[in-house]
């Protein structure tokens, strides 16, 4: 016998380096992959993480200071560099924390009191004369320094004596409102407009009210700064008053004590200490001698307005002196035990608590930025720098219902932005949510059936030229940009399911039904009849059917809509309490589903058409129908592709953004109505994104969102091929 000279042991050292080189090429990839995916984990940390940290607090180096009288007002510049103390006589005193040098001036001669209005404006009273004094740091850019700017904003004058605290004013829009009670106990409310030296014109408006109690049972008189509400605060009463065209009107008059209201924890045996406005005018801080603070603000119930009891904050200690901050819905709160705690109002957050030397200080100010603390204490100067950028998020205001101010009840909203200062920003992650999966679930119902059941036909009953024909045309609608899908929604399908909207509710039962009465008609047909059209070819039939169909409800839906809508199908809708918006859920589910039908169908249909041969001739050897063998055989050693297609069809329909960006009204809204619209994940981004503030609240919570996005997909996706890999186990052995 002749002898080989190949050996299979022989070395094949190219084939080698091939087969490594390959080797470490695809390990290299996948661990990129995964390096990848981790990788955008850690950067989206990075982000999110601040927003849920805690406010770093840090004392300053003190500095003496000498003050022989009661501060009204303290305050100190952007770099933290000079603090300004002002007391009830008006004196001025600037304190550099770098060099502790000292001045001292008067705001004005013969000045009766000072009061801090905001922490931007003072009240100087003098005799009969309310003046406003703006508070602001000007950047001087020889000296490199703030420099401290006293401007007035207006003044109005009584022919009385303004004394006892009872006064307060506010300067919003140019236009001054100041409040006096007189000795007789009558409300006086001036307002004048400014010019734009902020210097009073000759047009005043003069409002008086009789309260009819004596003016030394008031303790407090607040106004706020735009002059349509007046709060007077007399023990455990408060009276409201508003302001209309001509005249000022008491709307209600409140018992603060909380003991006639259902539902909330009850103020036993305690008496209201403090009354303060929170920042925006909207509600309202009342403090009380049992160790709470509670926010009230207006509340409509049965079209009547109301001052509700909304929120309580419990502290460990009775509170000496509440102090709310500037643009921000947030307060300090000085107890008796010499602890001084931060509280953000909306969230409940408590963003820190710290000791402090006394409990009665010489004064306490915040920052206009809301970014440091001046105490003065025992003859020391000491500011507390604050950094806590993000007090408004919580998981509580993430996903909890929030009570936000003038709302009737708590509510999941999600409204960013603003044109007014005093917003209340709302970061409820609910809403958006919701309408991701409100928007892929009726895509889903759209796309499944008939995805799945055109994969189910092309791979099974559909002729082989057909299929080379149908499968690749279907498969390259994947390529069309779903911007132009979105446009077409937007621009053509969604008016027309507006002036079509019978027709179009009409064929979403017709076109099933039609359809199966085609199929038992054909069914019924005798064989040697149906026989002579060729198999496979049967869609040529059910297409025109389906076409004519549709041509004919679209043609009688005026008919319909007189018939069964009484001629006004928004308006029957309406009646009924069924909102309907033109961009709705129903033009986003067909819209989305159509770009979806062509990832679930292809999937599926491969899955389908590689079940081995054998297996269904196996079937049909054995005497078994076409249809059983395609539901016993060909589905279950399908359904792991099957359901990958499905999974898949859902991650890409979470997902999209385009569609539901330019298909939808982007309403972020709670409800189920196929007629009304809603916001994703998705179209949150891609709105918001471009307009947010890098490093802001906003813009770190929108990079949340993109997590929550992300992380849904990668679950859904992981959850599939878990699913497929048990499938494929279980029908293995067929």
Same mark, same amino acid.
């Given at each position: 016998?002749?002898?080989?000279?190949?050996?299979?042991?022989?070395?094949?050292?190219?084939?080698?380096?091939?087969?490594?080189?390959?080797?470490?090429?695809?390990?290299?990839?996948?661990?990129? !992959?995964?390096?990848?995916?981790?990788?955008?984990?850690?950067?989206?940390?990075?982000?999110?993480?601040?927003?849920?940290?805690?406010?770093?607090?840090?004392?300053?180096?003190?500095?003496?200071?000498?003050?022989? @009288?009661?501060?009204?007002?303290? %305050? *100190?510049?952007?770099?933290?560099?000079? +603090?300004?103390?002002?007391?009830?006589?008006? $004196?001025?005193?600037?304190?550099?924390?770098?060099?502790?040098?000292?001045?001292?001036?008067?705001?004005?001669?013969?000045?009766?009191?000072?009061?801090?209005?905001?922490?931007?404006?003072?009240?100087?009273?003098?005799?009969?004369?309310?003046?406003?004094?703006?508070?602001?740091?000007?950047?001087?850019?020889?000296?490199?320094?703030?420099?401290?700017?006293?401007?007035?904003?207006?003044?109005?004058?009584?022919?009385?004596?303004?004394?006892?605290?009872?006064?307060?004013?506010?300067?919003?829009?140019?236009?001054?409102?100041?409040?006096?009670?007189?000795?007789?106990?009558?409300?006086? =409310?001036?307002?004048?407009?400014?010019?734009?030296?902020? @210097?009073?014109?000759?047009?005043?408006?003069?409002?008086?009210?009789?309260?009819?109690?004596?003016?030394?049972?008031?303790?407090?008189?607040?106004? %706020?700064?735009?002059?349509?509400?007046?709060?007077?605060?007399?023990?455990? @009463?408060? *009276?409201?008053?508003?302001? #209309?065209?001509?005249?000022?009107?008491?709307?209600?008059?409140?018992? =603060?004590?909380?003991?006639?209201?259902?539902?909330?924890? /009850?103020?036993?045996?305690?008496?209201?200490?403090?009354?303060?406005?929170?920042?925006?005018?909207?509600?309202?801080?009342?403090?009380?001698?049992?160790?709470?603070?509670?926010?009230?603000?207006?509340?409509?119930?049965?079209?009547?307005?109301?001052?509700?009891?909304?929120?309580?904050?419990?502290? $460990?200690?009775?509170?000496?002196? !509440?102090?709310?901050?500037?643009?921000?819905?947030?307060?300090?709160?000085?107890?008796?035990?010499?602890?001084?705690?931060?509280?953000?109002?909306?969230?409940?957050?408590?963003?820190?608590?710290?000791?402090?030397?006394? +409990?009665?200080?010489?004064?306490?100010?915040?920052?206009?930025?809301?970014?440091?603390?001046? !105490?003065?204490?025992?003859?020391? =100067?000491?500011?507390? &720098?604050?950094?806590?950028?993000?007090?408004?998020? #919580?998981?509580?205001?993430?996903?909890?219902?929030?009570?936000?101010?003038?709302?009737?009840?708590?509510?999941?909203?999600?409204?960013?932005?603003?044109?007014?200062?005093?917003?209340?920003?709302?970061?409820?992650?609910?809403?958006?949510?919701?309408?991701?999966?409100?928007?892929?679930?009726?895509?889903?119902?759209?796309?499944?059936?008939?995805?799945?059941?055109?994969?189910?036909?092309?791979?099974?009953?559909?002729?082989?030229?057909?299929?080379?024909?149908?499968?690749? %045309?279907?498969?390259?609608? $994947?390529?069309?940009?779903?911007?132009?899908?979105?446009?077409?929604?937007?621009?053509?399908?969604?008016?027309?399911?507006?002036?079509?909207?019978?027709?179009?509710?009409?064929?979403?039962?017709?076109?099933?039904?039609?359809?199966?009465?085609?199929?038992?008609?054909? *069914?019924?047909?005798?064989?040697? *009849?149906?026989?002579?059209?060729?198999?496979?070819?049967?869609?040529?039939?059910?297409?025109?059917?389906?076409?004519?169909?549709? +041509?004919?409800?679209?043609?009688?839906?005026?008919?319909?809509?007189?018939?069964?809508?009484?001629?006004?199908?928004?308006?029957?809708?309406?009646?009924?309490?069924? &909102?309907?918006? /033109?961009?709705?859920?129903?033009?986003?589910?067909?819209?989305?589903?159509?770009?979806?039908?062509?990832?679930?169908?292809?999937?599926?249909?491969?899955?389908?058409?590689?079940?081995?041969?054998?297996?269904?001739?196996?079937?049909?050897?054995?005497?078994?129908? @076409?249809?059983?063998?395609?539901?016993?055989?060909?589905?279950?050693?399908?359904?792991?592709?099957?359901?990958?297609?499905?999974?898949?069809?859902?991650?890409?329909?979470?997902?999209?953004?385009?569609?539901?960006?330019?298909?939808?009204?982007?309403?972020?809204?709670?409800?189920?109505?196929?007629?009304?619209?809603?916001?994703?994940?998705?179209?949150?981004?891609? !709105?918001?994104?471009?307009?947010?503030?890098?490093?802001?609240?906003?813009?770190? =919570?929108?990079?949340?969102? +993109?997590?929550?996005?992300?992380?849904?997909?990668?679950?859904?996706?992981?959850?599939?091929?878990?699913?497929?890999?048990?499938?494929?186990?279980?029908?293995?052995?067929?």
């Amino acid at each position: 016998m002749a002898t080989a000279n190949f050996s299979l042991q022989t070395k094949d050292y190219k084939r080698l380096v091939k087969d490594r080189l390959v080797r470490w090429i695809v390990s290299f990839g996948g661990v990129s !992959v995964l390096a990848s995916l981790i990788g955008i984990f850690i950067y989206f940390a990075l982000v999110i993480f601040p927003l849920f940290e805690n406010a770093e607090v840090k004392w300053q180096p003190s500095v003496p200071v000498t003050v022989a @009288q009661p501060v009204a007002y303290s %305050t *100190y510049d952007p770099r933290s560099r000079i +603090a300004v103390l002002i007391t009830d006589a008006g $004196e001025v005193i600037q304190k550099s924390l770098v060099t502790q040098a000292e001045q001292r001036f008067y705001i004005a001669d013969n000045v009766d009191k000072v009061q801090k209005l905001d922490s931007h404006q003072l009240l100087v009273v003098q005799g009969g004369q309310l003046s406003v004094v703006k508070v602001d740091f000007v950047w001087q850019q020889d000296t490199e320094q703030y420099q401290l700017r006293l401007e007035p904003q207006g003044s109005v004058s009584w022919a009385f004596d303004v004394q006892d605290d009872k006064f307060s004013a506010a300067v919003s829009n140019r236009v001054l409102s100041a409040t006096v009670i007189d000795h007789e106990g009558r409300l006086h =409310l001036k307002q004048i407009n400014l010019d734009e030296d902020n @210097q009073p014109s000759s047009k005043v408006t003069d409002y008086r009210f009789n309260l009819e109690l004596p003016s030394d049972e008031v303790s407090q008189l607040l106004v %706020t700064p735009d002059g349509k509400q007046i709060f007077v605060a007399t023990n455990n @009463q408060l *009276y409201v008053l508003v302001k #209309s065209e001509r005249s000022l009107f008491l709307r209600e008059i409140v018992d =603060l004590s909380l003991k006639e209201v259902v539902g909330l924890k /009850q103020v036993s045996d305690a008496n209201v200490l403090e009354v303060n406005l929170l920042s925006g005018a909207h509600s309202l801080l009342v403090t009380y001698d049992n160790q709470q603070v509670w926010q009230w603000f207006d509340t409509v119930t049965n079209q009547q307005r109301r001052l509700t009891p909304i929120r309580p904050f419990n502290f $460990e200690s009775p509170v000496r002196q !509440v102090l709310p901050a500037d643009m921000s819905k947030s307060f300090f709160a000085l107890l008796e035990n010499q602890r001084l705690e931060y509280v953000y109002t909306t969230s409940e957050k408590r963003i820190f608590s710290e000791d402090i030397n006394t +409990a009665q200080p010489a004064a306490l100010g915040v920052s206009s930025g809301n970014n440091a603390l001046v !105490v003065v204490e025992n003859g020391q =100067l000491n500011v507390l &720098d604050i950094d806590n950028p993000h007090p408004e998020i #919580s998981l509580s205001s993430l996903w909890e219902k929030v009570w936000y101010e003038s709302y009737p009840e708590p509510d999941f909203v999600w409204q960013t932005a603003s044109a007014s200062d005093d917003f209340e920003a709302k970061y409820s992650l609910v809403p958006i949510t919701f309408g991701t999966i409100k928007a892929a679930l009726f895509a889903m119902l759209f796309a499944v059936p008939v995805a799945v059941f055109g994969a189910i036909y092309t791979a099974y009953f559909m002729s082989a030229n057909m299929r080379k024909v149908v499968k690749p %045309t279907i498969e390259l609608m $994947e390529a069309l940009p779903t911007v132009i899908i979105g446009f077409l929604a937007g621009i053509w399908f969604a008016p027309l399911v507006e002036s079509h909207l019978p027709a179009i509710v009409a064929l979403l039962v017709a076109l099933p039904v039609v359809s199966l009465a085609v199929g038992v008609v054909w *069914y019924v047909i005798p064989d040697r *009849y149906s026989a002579k059209f060729p198999s496979g070819f049967h869609p040529f039939i059910l297409i025109p059917v389906i076409v004519l169909t549709m +041509a004919v409800a679209i043609s009688f839906s005026p008919e319909m809509e007189a018939l069964f809508f009484a001629g006004d199908a928004r308006a029957f809708l309406a009646e009924r309490g069924i &909102d309907f918006d /033109q961009r709705n859920a129903l033009v986003v589910g067909f819209a989305m589903g159509f770009a979806v039908i062509p990832t679930i169908f292809t999937i599926a249909e491969d899955a389908i058409f590689s079940v081995p041969k054998h297996l269904s001739d196996g079937s049909l050897a054995l005497g078994a129908t @076409q249809w059983q063998t395609l539901t016993h055989v060909v589905l279950l050693t399908a359904s792991p592709g099957i359901f990958s297609a499905v999974m898949m069809g859902l991650g890409r329909a979470v997902g999209e953004t385009m569609i539901v960006l330019m298909a939808t009204g982007n309403t972020p809204i709670l409800d189920w109505n196929v007629f009304e619209g809603m916001r994703t994940l998705s179209a949150t981004m891609a !709105v918001e994104l471009p307009e947010s503030e890098v490093n802001s609240t906003h813009y770190r =919570l929108l990079f949340l969102v +993109a997590l929550i996005l992300f992380s849904f997909t990668f679950v859904v996706n992981s959850l599939a091929e878990w699913v497929r890999q048990r499938l494929r186990e279980k029908y293995s052995a067929l």
